[in-house]
T-cell receptor, first 111, second 113 residues
Framework: LAKTTQPISMDSYEGQEVNITCSHN???????ITWYQQFPSQGPRFIIQGYKTKVTNEVASLFIPADRKSSTLSLPRVSLSDTAVYYCLVEYSSNTGKLIFGQGTTLQVKP | KAGVTQTPRYLIKTRGQQVTLSCSPISGHRSVSWYQQTPGQGLQFLFE???????NKGNFPGRFSGRQFSNSRSEMNVSTLELGDSALYLC????????????FGPGTRLTVL
C-alpha cells in the first residue's frame, strides 16, 4: 500500500538551510514528486517538482536518491516568512497509479 | 491576467444530496487538478484532467467524479454526500502539471449537514 510520510514538525533559525525529507515506497523512475507551501488560512502554493535526482529553482532544491525511497526539499537560508506547512505529493504510477500527499511538515523559523 | 476561479465559494448541503463544483483555469492552462483539504486528513489529491482526459487520480471512492470541457473549465461532482465530505475543495491549473507551476484557486468550502 502506497504511503507518503513526512516529519510532523521542524524548527530552524533564520539564515539556516532547511531540509525536509519525504519517505515513500520506491517509485518509478518517471514518477514525480511535488512540494507545496501553505500559510494559515491560505491555499497551497507550488514550490518545486521533479523526478530526476536533482531539481533546482529560484526558491528551493529537490533531491531524489537513486533508490527513490525518499526525497528531500531543501530551502536555502530560510527567513521568518518561510514559517509554514510544507506538503510533499508523490506519484505512484507503478504501485497504485495514484498520487498521495504526506501529512505535512510544520516548519517554524525562529529569529 | 485573471487567476483561477472557483464557484461557488461556499456551499451547504445535506447528507445524501449531490453537489457540483466548478473551476475555471487561467487562460491557456490545460491541466486542472482537484484537491480536498480537511483538518483531520490534511491535503488529499482527487484527480487531474489534462485536455479533457483524466490523467491522474487519488484514493477516493467513485462518488467523487470530474470532467473537463474543451475550454479547460473543470467540474467535480460528489454524489450521495456524507458528513465526512465537508471540506475545502481546491483546484489548481497549469499549462502542464508535470512541467509548469500550478496556480491554486481560493477553494470552495463545502459543509454537509
Amino acid at each position: 500500500l502506497a504511503k507518503t510520510t513526512q516529519p510532523i514538525s521542524m524548527d530552524s533559525y533564520e539564515g539556516q538551510e532547511v531540509n525536509i525529507t519525504c519517505s515513500h515506497n520506491n517509485i518509478a523512475t518517471n514518477d514525480y514528486i511535488t512540494w507545496y507551501q501553505q500559510f494559515p488560512s491560505q491555499g497551497p502554493r507550488f514550490i518545486i517538482q521533479g523526478y530526476k535526482t536533482k531539481v533546482t529553482n529560484e526558491v528551493a532544491s529537490l533531491f531524489i536518491p537513486a533508490d527513490r525511497k525518499s526525497s528531500t526539499l531543501s530551502l536555502p537560508r530560510v527567513s521568518l516568512s518561510d514559517t509554514a506547512v510544507y506538503y510533499c505529493l508523490v506519484e505512484y504510477s507503478s504501485n497504485t497509479g495514484k498520487l498521495i500527499f504526506g501529512q505535512g511538515t510544520t516548519l517554524q523559523v525562529k529569529p | 491576467k485573471a487567476g483561477v476561479t472557483q464557484t461557488p465559494r461556499y456551499l451547504i448541503k445535506t447528507r445524501g444530496q449531490q453537489v457540483t463544483l466548478s473551476c475555471s483555469p487561467i487562460s491557456g492552462h490545460r491541466s486542472v487538478s482537484w484537491y480536498q483539504q480537511t483538518p483531520g486528513q490534511g491535503l488529499q489529491f482527487l484527480f487531474e484532467y489534462f485536455s479533457e482526459t483524466q490523467r491522474n487520480k487519488g484514493n477516493f471512492p467513485g462518488r467523487f467524479s470530474g470532467r473537463q470541457f474543451s475550454n479547460s473549465r473543470s467540474e467535480m461532482n460528489v454524489s450521495t454526500l456524507e458528513l465526512g465530505d465537508s471540506a475545502l475543495y481546491l483546484c489548481a491549473s497549469s499549462r502542464d502539471r508535470y512541467t509548469d507551476t500550478q496556480y491554486f484557486g481560493p477553494g470552495t468550502r463545502l459543509t454537509v449537514l
